[in-house]
């Protein structure tokens, strides 16, 4: 199975940083990750998918990039709503896996 | 706009037999557009993904091989819904079970259904 490993655990920011979450795998899968956002008691929300497309309807603030093993995430200026926990996830071969997620807290 | 709807029970005995319903609206099982999945998620396994079916021509099934041996999955044209069965549960298999549509080229789990918490007890 491709092991899917980010960094960091956890991050404390602020309203207006800019955050930058990575994920490595732990074998190329080129472009086949997608980044989910999720909250408390709620299922994941897709993000970004296929390393840096924007899912519709999500804000422009998010964006990733990547290719082969390494990827991140990158929130330009975090609004109270972005506050949770990112999940990253490969789509190059099943069985898929996920990061063990980013918890991102209010500093 | 494709929703998920699931049900079944939030309580299942060791060693019986876990049985979740995913009821879709806005697209049909059977379509070519992508996969049905069931994903799971706990404090110790984090998520999971189980396995998925789809239509291509024919009916196919992919899973985990850590639940290989225990899980199926069914679509059911008539309902337009698809099913999880994990046989033989313990209580590592509490967890939060998500069913999920997987859009195709590029692939991507894009719509969640809502959660069932399964909770093994006696």
């Known amino acids: 199975d491709i092991q899917m490993t980010q960094s960091p655990s956890s991050l404390s920011a602020s309203v207006g940083d800019r955050v930058t979450i990575t994920c490595r795998a732990s074998?190329?899968?080129?472009?086949?990750l997608n980044w989910y956002q999720q909250k408390p008691g709620k299922a994941p929300k897709l993000l970004i998918y296929?390393?840096?497309i924007l899912q519709s309807g999500v804000p422009s603030r998010f964006s990733g990039s990547g290719s082969g093993t390494d990827f991140t995430l990158t929130i330009s200026s975090l609004q109270p709503e972005d506050f949770a926990t990112y999940y990253c996830?490969?789509?190059?071969?099943?069985?898929?896996?996920f990061g063990q997620g980013t918890k991102l807290e209010i500093k | 706009q494709v929703q998920l709807q699931q049900s079944g029970p939030g309580l299942v005995k060791p060693s019986q037999t876990l049985s979740l319903t995913c009821a879709i609206s806005?697209?049909?099982?059977?379509?070519?557009?992508?996969?049905w999945n069931w994903i799971r998620q706990s404090p110790s396994r984090g998520l999971e993904w189980l396995g998925r079916?789809?239509?291509?021509?024919?009916?196919?099934?992919d899973y985990a091989a850590s639940v290989k041996s225990r899980i199926t999955i069914n679509p059911d044209t008539s309902k337009n819904q698809f099913s999880l069965q994990l046989n033989s549960v313990t209580p590592e298999d509490t967890a939060v079970y998500y069913c999920a549509r997987e859009y195709w080229n590029p692939f991507r789990v894009d719509v969640w259904g809502q959660g069932t918490t399964v909770t093994v007890s006696s």
């Open positions: 296929a390393a840096s």
């Open positions: 996830q490969q789509s190059y071969s099943t069985p898929y896996t």
């Open positions: 074998q190329s899968i080129t472009r086949n």
């Open positions: 079916t789809y239509y291509r021509s024919k009916w196919y099934n």
């Open positions: 806005g697209d049909s099982v059977s379509g070519n557009s992508g996969a």
